[in-house]
């Protein structure tokens, strides 16, 4: 029979863990429950992918909150790039996985500054080469 197995028992030299958060889950949470949720999923170097991204505040309050955190050591910082939806009815797949109603939604992705080596952003693409330690 098989059994659930918890994330925090992985291996992080198995693969990259990317952390996908919709918009209903962060939707009642403070900025600063949000920052933290970002950075801890960050200090353990997965990638968070956000559906509906920060407003401008919650952006730099997580690159202020970054900062501060910053150690040569242990945390390098956090590489992150916003892809927002168009103004028109999107019926890609791009545009299905973002959802939200208003123009405000928007997908933003999030990694360790250390694991991203190219994070590339035009009009229709988000790129990331991701490395394992």
């Known amino acids: 029979m098989p059994t659930a197995t918890n994330a ?19 939707e009642n949470m403070a900025t600063m429950e949000k920052i933290r949720m970002i950075l801890d999923g960050v200090h353990d170097g997965n990638i968070v992918i956000l559906e509906e991204g920060l407003t401008p505040d919650e952006e730099s309050r997580l690159i202020e909150t970054t900062m501060a955190e ?13 892809y927002p939806k168009s103004d028109g009815g999107d019926s890609s797949l791009l545009g299905r996985i973002m959802g939200g109603d208003g123009p405000e939604a928007k997908l933003t992705v999030i990694g360790p ?9 035009d009009e229709t ?9």
């Open 8 to 26: 925090d028992d992985s291996d992080p030299t198995d693969g990259i863990q990317i952390d996908l958060i919709s918009g209903e889950r962060m």
């Open 70 to 82: 910053i150690n040569p050591e242990n945390f390098n910082g956090i590489e992150i790039e916003t």
């Open 113 to 121: 500054a250390n694991r991203i080596e190219t994070l590339h952003k």
């Open 125 to 133: 693409l988000i790129s990331a080469l991701v490395s394992r330690s």
